[in-house]
């Protein structure tokens, strides 16, 4: 009896370890989920859009679309940082929203994404955030000094880290988390993600350094990154900042894409930032 009991206890450890060595070596897998057909701009409701590429540090060559606002130049152009799924013709909406209030807005994909080379991962997207940015600050139509930053979920940690580089006029989150570590720590209570995980997006240890605006824009019903995350993330922000809780809106449901209050809500602090800077 004893012996079946230790069998059976020796089998269960074997399973636990080798279930725990196929997460280790696949992580990559289950964070990043890219898609790799883009439709044309049109299509997805942007004929106005630009298809253009630019270069990364690291040699690679990344693809986007530059939607311009009403006027050009526009007074502010939104540089989209995507989460982890789908590609730029996902943010569409977004993009088409934004134009219409009068933002320039640029969507890209990372590398692995939108049938771009290579493969994500952190120090990979944190490359492909300073080439989006180096591109925007090269164009003609495009003022540097007005440059936003909006991240979504997992471009959240992107685009923190990328303020910290090279500050944005104003840093939009949208449902962002503290750490890809508590996030994931959240989702599989039962493994030890703290040890395990190579990307890390530490954002809740980065928050505090930033020097612009910032607006944190999270669902109170998000099922992925749960809205305590989001508001611990605010509360470790400097001033001058806003949050803005989406009634009932989950993680994936319109509202958080371009939703009317989303839409409004960042016109709204960019006319007041925009106020501000021309009293100076």
Same mark, same amino acid.
């Given at each position: $009896?004893?012996?079946? $009991?230790?069998?059976?206890?020796?089998?269960?450890?074997?399973?636990?370890?080798?279930?725990?060595?196929?997460?280790?070596?696949?992580?990559?897998?289950?964070?990043?989920?890219?898609?790799?057909?883009?439709?044309?701009? #049109?299509?997805?409701? !942007?004929?106005?859009? /630009?298809?253009?590429?630019?270069?990364?540090?690291?040699?690679?060559?990344? #693809?986007?679309?530059?939607?311009?606002?009403?006027?050009?130049?526009?007074?502010?152009?939104?540089?989209?940082?995507?989460?982890?799924?789908?590609?730029?013709?996902?943010? %569409?909406?977004? *993009?088409?929203?934004?134009?219409?209030?009068?933002?320039?807005?640029?969507?890209?994909?990372?590398?692995?994404?939108?049938?771009?080379?290579?493969?994500?991962? /952190? %120090?990979?997207?944190?490359?492909? *955030? @300073?080439?989006? @940015?180096?591109?925007?600050?090269?164009?003609?139509?495009?003022? %540097?000094?007005? +440059?936003?930053?909006?991240?979504?979920?997992?471009?959240?940690?992107?685009?923190?880290?990328? #303020?910290?580089? &090279?500050?944005? !006029?104003?840093? =939009?989150?949208?449902?962002?988390?503290?750490? $890809?570590? /508590?996030?994931?720590?959240?989702?599989?209570?039962?493994?030890?993600?703290?040890?395990?995980?190579?990307? @890390?997006?530490?954002? =809740?240890?980065? +928050?505090?350094? =930033?020097?612009?605006? !910032?607006?944190? +824009?999270?669902?109170?019903?998000?099922?992925?990154?749960?809205?305590?995350?989001?508001? &611990?993330?605010?509360?470790?922000?400097?001033?001058?900042? &806003?949050?803005?809780?989406?009634?009932?809106?989950?993680?994936?449901?319109?509202?958080?894409?371009?939703?009317?209050?989303?839409? /409004?809500?960042?016109?709204?602090?960019?006319?007041? =930032?925009?106020?501000?800077?021309?009293?100076?």
């Amino acid at each position: $009896m004893a012996r079946s $009991m230790a069998s059976t206890l020796g089998l269960f450890v074997l399973v636990v370890i080798v279930g725990v060595g196929v997460l280790w070596a696949f992580q990559r897998h289950l964070l990043y989920i890219p898609f790799g057909h883009v439709s044309s701009p #049109a299509t997805v409701g !942007l004929p106005q859009a /630009e298809e253009v590429t630019f270069p990364t540090e690291d040699g690679l060559t990344l #693809a986007g679309w530059f939607v311009p606002g009403g006027t050009r130049p526009a007074p502010f152009t939104v540089l989209v940082f995507n989460g982890n799924a789908g590609n730029r013709s996902f943010r %569409a909406p977004l *993009a088409l929203a934004l134009a219409k209030a009068g933002l320039s807005v640029f969507l890209f994909d990372y590398r692995g994404y939108g049938g771009n080379g290579g493969r994500p991962s /952190e %120090a990979g997207l944190a490359a492909d *955030a @300073r080439g989006a @940015r180096a591109y925007l600050e090269q164009r003609g139509d495009v003022d %540097a000094r007005s +440059i936003v930053y909006f991240g979504e979920s997992l471009g959240s940690g992107v685009a923190v880290a990328l #303020a910290l580089e &090279r500050s944005p !006029l104003l840093l =939009i989150l949208r449902s962002p988390y503290t750490s $890809m570590a /508590e996030l994931g720590q959240y989702h599989y209570p039962f493994l030890p993600v703290r040890r395990l995980l190579w990307d @890390r997006y530490p954002s =809740i240890e980065r +928050i505090g350094q =930033i020097r612009c605006p !910032l607006l944190v +824009i999270a669902g109170d019903r998000d099922s992925i990154v749960p809205p305590r995350q989001s508001l &611990r993330l605010f509360d470790a922000a400097p001033e001058p900042k &806003r949050l803005v809780m989406v009634p009932g809106a989950d993680h994936n449901d319109y509202a958080l894409l371009a939703g009317d209050l989303l839409i /409004e809500e960042v016109v709204r602090f960019l006319a007041t =930032i925009g106020s501000v800077r021309a009293r100076l």
